[in-house]
């Protein structure tokens, strides 16, 4: 028993290394990705904003869109009924703003697919048709003014101008660039605190590499890939908008490009209950649109709590050999602390508006990863046993990435 645990520990604490090598990687992506600068391809984009109800700070969310740094662009908002309390708010902001081209429409109910998704296809109807980048954005982040620049910049690989068509031999290899969300609490609280924590873990999966996935709240792509990649007709039967449209391109041979200048605040002060119903919403729809990193998510925290968990349990029995395998727990700790403390630091470059408001919980990053680790494979377990959820008031049940049936408001 004790020579298993010597080799489970041994092995977590080389994956802890290796975690912590990639640690470093991302850092130093972050913020190399920050000095470089934006390219000149800057075409008219159009934003689209689906909204439902009254997000926290959503009339900041909203001015910010109205407010970028951008030559030539629109904003399409996307409701699904003319009761919903957005509408007030949209039409406040649209008001503030009369130089900026903006309109308002009502999708109703779509069949057999999310309500986001039903808005963002009936948003699509009312694009302008010189309109050459697509934007998609959530209403509770938070983006900077530079946010719509830096996302269409990252389309150009190298592009010098404007221009479209290209020829079909020159279509660029990154089908699509993507920022991600950072929770930060609203009051503070410690399952705030949680969530930040756990969601930090997932935005550092993102990076230099061509596995990352699209996040919905801030994603860009040019109108001409949408097109080619059918990114549309995924979506008809979908409830995620963003691991759709990540199968889309990666099938169309391309990938998804990370922006660290994208990192988004999203402000939350989750309840015990929401958060565990958010983390877990999460997982199931991974389950259900990428299989694979849901099984990879699975075995690696299954395999981490198991040892880790079972090591203090072990060790809290007593016994005369008990100094080798703290030490080699008290390593595991150390190693992941470390990475916390990276993933703190590459959000605080990425989101410098942020940054003491990041600080303040260096605690979470640096100390709450086991608990992490727990609530992921209380997901995963809880992922293993339903393709049901419940998003922003409406019941989902995802047989299929292509197949939805929608049960209807709880």
Known sequence: MLYLFYITTGLLTVQGIFSLIDGLRFRAFVRRSLEEPFGPFKPKASIIAPCKGIDTALEENLDALFTQDYPDYEIIFAIASDADPARQVIERATARHPDRSARLIVAEQGEGRSEKVNNLLRALDHISPDSKVLVFVDSDARVGPLRLRALVSALSDGRKDDSFPQKEDSFPQAGA????RWYLPERGGFWSAMLSAWNGSVATMLGDHKNNFAWGGSTAITREAFERFNVAARWERAVSDDYALTRAVQDGGSHIKFVPRCLSVTREDPTFGEMMEFTTRQIIITRVYRPKVWWMGMISHLFFNATFWGGIIFVSLGGNEITLPLTMLSAIYVL????????????????ATARREILKLWWAYCFLWPLVSLLFLYNFIKSATTRRI???GVRYEMRSPTETIVDGSK
């Open 177 to 180: 660039a993507t920022g991600y």
């Open 336 to 351: 992941g602390s470390m990475k916390g403390a990276l993933r703190m630091a590459a959000a605080m470059d990425a989101i």
């Open 390 to 392: 419940t998003w922003r």
